[in-house]
């Protein structure tokens, strides 16, 4: 089944070219059916890239999803045109009385401040509260996963002696967990970031259930049943070039930028990278969408409610 999206938005051309089925607005309302609503809080500098990233992997799924494009109520994106967030995205308090069967939520180019210092902290708090009374499941993604953690179990963030950058070898720890089902027990996951999360400060007795990690580079991907939310620590859903731009981004400023590691072929950065993880990408957005739906209430009123 397709998904759901603006008509117009820049991502439905580049999804149509890779096949992805996409509805326009205008065909989705003659179909008698409840599409699986999914918001995107859309944290990224570059919201057109994240946006057709996300919208590729859930519109791989075999449901019809409907997908809301919301932004934080009062920052301006200096990054993305005004007329683009005018015509595709809502403001989190045109939306909060509005319920959704999932919500993801991206990274944001602030974890090297201090969670209470970033602008739209207190926003933040009052979005992750939200989400425990208006949507059944939670993707927490890079930034928003440590601010999650911070939110809920009071979890600090460590910034790191040098930025952990390539494609880092995971380990599959609850190969039973539904949210793993068929992934491999040694797989490669995108990783860009300057802080971590760390495994001996994850709270007892909060039924928090680590799902993957990294000898490298960490804490991957935390379970948290009493939120309902996962929390992906890293970029699973990047696309192939996703790291070299922004390692030839930060080149430009800092010329000695370390290469990321294990990315490009033979550290040669005029070859194309190999794409290694998008297999569990797709694996891991179909996953969560299947636990989705078969949980997720039919009507979207109860949504949120004990």
């Not at 490669?188 to 580079?217: C, F, N």
């Not at 430009?252 to 998008?278: C, H, K």
Request: with cysteine; aromatic share 10%.
């Amino acid at each position: 089944m397709p998904i759901k999206i603006p008509d117009d938005l820049p991502a439905t051309s580049v999804l149509e070219a890779e096949g992805v089925m996409v509805m326009r607005e205008a065909d989705a309302i003659r179909q008698d059916i409840r599409p699986l609503r999914i918001g995107l809080l859309n944290l990224m500098p570059n919201k057109v890239t994240t946006e057709t990233q996300i919208a590729r992997l859930l519109g791989a799924t075999p449901l019809q999803l409907e997908l809301t494009l919301v932004r934080i109520t009062n920052h301006v994106a200096r990054h993305t045109p005004a007329d683009h967030m005018l015509s595709f995205y809502r403001p989190w308090e045109d939306v909060k009385e509005e319920r959704f069967d999932g919500f993801v939520i991206t990274g944001a180019p602030v974890e090297r401040l201090p969670f209470e210092d970033v602008t739209y902290w207190d926003e933040m708090q009052r979005i992750f509260d939200w989400t425990q009374t208006h949507v059944h499941r939670t993707l927490n993604i890079c930034w928003a996963a440590q601010a999650a953690v911070h939110h809920f179990h009071g979890m600090g963030k460590y910034e790191l002696p040098q930025k952990v950058f390539g494609v880092f070898r995971q380990r599959n720890l609850a190969p039973s967990s539904p949210y793993l089902r068929g992934f491999s027990d040694d797989f490669a996951i995108p990783v860009s970031r300057w802080t971590e999360v760390r495994e001996e400060d994850i709270p007892a007795g909060k039924g928090l259930r680590m799902l993957v990690d990294s000898a490298q580079s960490g804490l991957c991907l935390l379970e948290d049943p009493e939120h309902r939310a996962l929390h992906m620590f890293n970029h699973v859903e990047y696309d192939t070039t996703s790291l070299a731009d922004e390692y030839f981004r930060d080149v430009q400023l800092q010329p000695d930028t370390p290469l990321p590691v294990n990315y490009f072929p033979n550290d040669d950065v005029s070859r194309r990278p190999e794409n290694r993880w998008r297999g569990h990408a797709h694996l891991l957005f179909g996953n969560w969408i299947n636990e989705l739906y078969q949980s997720t209430p039919y009507d979207l009123e109860q949504i949120g409610r004990k």
